[in-house]
C-alpha cells in the first residue's frame, strides 16, 4: 500500500464530521461526533468523565468499529469506504495504539510483542529497520521507556506487571513510526516521574516520525504538555436509551 497523502505535512490527519455509532444492547449506547479535524503532527488530550465514550471514540478513529453514518477520513482515505482486511492492514501501517487492554500475547517473549505490527505493515517495518535490525530499535523503544532490557527482553509478557505490560504495549506502537498514536489512558499504570518520562518519550518520537498524538487520561494537568486539550461534550452526543 502506498502511503496515502501526497503532503503529509500540511495535510488534515483526521477529518470526521457527522459521525454516528451505536453499540447493540439492552440500553444501547450511541455517539454522534458532528465535526473533528486533527491537523498533522498535533498533539491532543482527550478528556470526559467515565462511561461518555472516549474509547468508543478512539475505537472509530482507529477503524476498529465502523459508524453507520457519517464521514470518517483519515490521512485522505475514508475508512468507511475500506473491508475490513483492508482497514485492517490500514491500521497496521498507519496507527500506534496502545489501549487499556494492552492485547499482548502473552506467550510471546517482549520482543516479539514490541515487533509484531511489523509482521503485517511493511512501510512501517521498512522505516524500523532504517538505521539497523527491527529488534535492535525495539530495544532501543523498550530502554527509553524505563524497561530494564537486558534482564527483559525474553521473557514472555505474561510475567510482567501492568506498568511494565503498559510500556511494552507503548514500544509496540511506536516502533516504526506511524503517523497516528492513539493512547487510552496509557500512563494509568505508572508512578508520576515514569508517567512524565512517558510522554517526553511519546511525544519526541511522534515528533521523529511527524506523528499526531491523540490521547485519552483522566489527569486533566497532563493538559499543559499538549497543543491542545478536547472534552468529548465538545465534539460528540453521547445518548443512552432507555431500557422499553
Ligand atoms: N464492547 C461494547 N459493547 C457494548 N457496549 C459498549 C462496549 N464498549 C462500550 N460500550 C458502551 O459505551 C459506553 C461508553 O464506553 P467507553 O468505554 O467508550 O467510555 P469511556 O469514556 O472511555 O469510559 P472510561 O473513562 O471509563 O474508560 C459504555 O457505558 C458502554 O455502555
Redesign the pocket.
Known amino acids: 500500500m502506498q502511503r496515502p497523502t501526497p503532503d503529509p505535512v500540511n495535510a488534515d490527519v483526521v477529518r470526521m464530521s457527522g459521525v454516528h455509532f451505536r453499540?447493540?444492547?439492552a440500553?444501547p449506547?450511541s455517539l454522534t461526533i458532528d465535526s473533528f479535524v486533527l491537523p498533522a503532527r498535533q498533539r491532543v488530550l482527550l478528556l470526559?468523565?467515565?462511561?461518555?465514550?472516549?474509547?468508543?471514540?478512539l475505537s472509530l478513529l482507529c477503524g476498529i468499529v465502523a459508524p453507520s453514518a457519517g464521514e470518517l477520513e483519515v490521512l485522505g482515505t475514508d475508512l468507511t469506504k475500506l473491508s475490513n482486511a483492508v482497514r485492517d492492514h490500514f491500521r497496521a501501517e498507519h496507527f500506534g495504539i496502545i489501549f487499556?487492554m494492552f492485547n499482548l500475547l502473552p506467550y510471546g517473549s517482549i520482543l516479539d510483542n514490541v515487533m509484531l505490527p511489523l509482521s503485517f505493515a511493511r512501510q512501517r517495518a521498512a522505516r524500523a529497520v532504517r538505521k539497523g535490525p527491527a529488534e535492535d530499535e525495539a530495544k532501543r523503544l523498550l530502554k527509553s521507556l524505563g524497561l530494564d532490557v537486558a534482564e527483559l527482553a525474553h521473557h514472555s509478557a505474561a510475567d510482567l506487571s501492568v506498568g511494565q505490560q503498559q510500556r511494552v504495549a507503548a514500544a509496540r506502537a511506536l516502533i516504526g513510526g506511524p503517523e497516528l498514536i492513539v493512547a487510552?489512558?496509557p500512563t494509568s499504570a505508572l508512578d508520576r516521574d515514569r508517567q512524565l518520562a512517558f510522554l517526553d518519550l511519546l511525544f519526541a518520537e511522534a515528533e521523529a516520525a511527524g506523528a499526531c498524538v491523540i490521547m485519552?487520561s483522566?489527569e486533566e494537568q497532563l493538559g499543559a504538555r499538549f497543543d491542545r486539550v478536547v472534552r468529548?461534550d465538545e465534539i460528540a452526543r453521547?445518548e443512552?436509551s432507555v431500557a422499553a
Open positions: 453499540w447493540p444492547g440500553r449506547f470526559g468523565p467515565s462511561g461518555t465514550g472516549k474509547s468508543t471514540f487499556q487510552d489512558e485519552v483522566h468529548l453521547a443512552r
